[in-house]
């Protein structure tokens, strides 16, 4: 029992948590039950590991009933079988499905489990960032940006189909709802938009327009934006 606590006390969360960590269902229940198991106090070591693995078995069940319900999203994997009689009756590789830590965590949390405090702290972390819900999908929050606002533009060119691409890109609706309130330069903008417009023609922008806070490029830098005499 010495060993295995011992064990626990190592154990290293923080790794866990590394940069683009994804995790199986397996390796999340691990981590669960590891903590758990820190506050458990067994005679012998053979109890304290039969312990662990009953808690590890408890999680993993409730996490296949919550991907069948819907409540936990992974990337699912099931085990093949070569009986057709268990074609219908799939089982979850809780080995191979995998699951992005900060999904994981806000499960295990909403299910009251207690989880290690360096967890919580990542989640809440995570949860400051604006970029969060689309960091565990994979997704550049450019990239929904970029789809938001030509959406907005193709609405509004219906409506007045002979505003120059300039025009848009610094249209309110575009700033504040295509981006979110993050700014772009506009030549990004208006290259996002451009391809909507039959004529391509870009137009001018008026100089009392242009947004004169910190801008974001392409690259991601933060630069200011240079009003030009004409």
């Given at each position: 029992?010495?060993?295995?606590?011992?064990?626990?006390?190592?154990?290293?969360?923080?790794?866990?948590?590394?940069?683009?960590?994804?995790?199986?269902l397996m390796?999340?229940?691990?981590?669960?039950?590891?903590?758990?198991?820190?506050?458990?106090?067994?005679?012998?070591?053979?109890?304290?590991?039969?312990?662990?693995?009953?808690?590890?078995?408890?999680?993993?069940?409730?996490?296949?009933?919550?991907?069948?319900?819907?409540?936990?999203?992974?990337?699912?994997?099931?085990?093949?079988?070569?009986?057709?009689?268990?074609?219908?009756?799939?089982?979850?590789?809780?080995?191979?499905?995998?699951?992005?830590?900060?999904?994981?965590?806000?499960?295990?949390?909403?299910?009251?489990?207690?989880?290690?405090?360096?967890?919580?702290?990542?989640?809440?972390?995570?949860?400051?960032?604006?970029?969060?819900?689309?960091?565990?999908?994979?997704?550049?929050?450019?990239?929904?940006?970029?789809?938001?606002?030509?959406?907005?533009?193709?609405?509004?060119?219906?409506?007045?189909?002979?505003?120059?691409?300039?025009?848009?890109?610094?249209?309110?609706?575009?700033?504040?709802?295509?981006?979110?309130?993050?700014?772009?330069?506009?030549?990004?903008?208006?290259?996002?938009?451009?391809?909507?417009?039959?004529?391509?023609?870009?137009?001018?922008?008026?100089?009392?327009?242009?947004?004169?806070?910190?801008?974001?490029?392409?690259?991601?830098?933060?630069?200011?934006?240079?009003?030009r005499k004409?």
């Amino acid at each position: 029992m010495n060993n295995l606590n011992n064990f626990l006390r190592r154990y290293n969360f923080e790794a866990c948590i590394a940069p683009r960590k994804i995790w199986s269902l397996m390796e999340s229940a691990d981590y669960f039950a590891t903590h758990l198991g820190r506050k458990e106090s067994c005679p012998d070591r053979e109890t304290a590991l039969n312990k662990l693995l009953s808690v590890r078995n408890n999680l993993l069940t409730e996490m296949r009933i919550s991907v069948e319900e819907g409540e936990l999203v992974v990337n699912e994997v099931y085990l093949e079988s070569d009986d057709p009689a268990d074609e219908g009756n799939s089982v979850l590789d809780v080995e191979k499905s995998t699951v992005n830590p900060f999904i994981m965590i806000n499960w295990a949390l909403s299910k009251k489990i207690d989880v290690p405090t360096v967890f919580i702290t990542y989640v809440d972390r995570k949860k400051l960032s604006k970029t969060a819900a689309y960091e565990y999908l994979g997704v550049k929050i450019s990239t929904i940006h970029h789809e938001r606002c030509r959406a907005i533009a193709e609405l509004l060119w219906e409506i007045e189909p002979d505003m120059p691409i300039a025009q848009m890109a610094c249209r309110r609706e575009i700033i504040e709802i295509g981006c979110q309130g993050n700014i772009y330069d506009m030549r990004t903008i208006s290259r996002w938009l451009a391809t909507l417009k039959t004529d391509r023609r870009p137009g001018r922008i008026s100089q009392n327009k242009l947004p004169t806070e910190n801008m974001e490029s392409d690259d991601g830098k933060r630069k200011k934006l240079v009003n030009r005499k004409k």
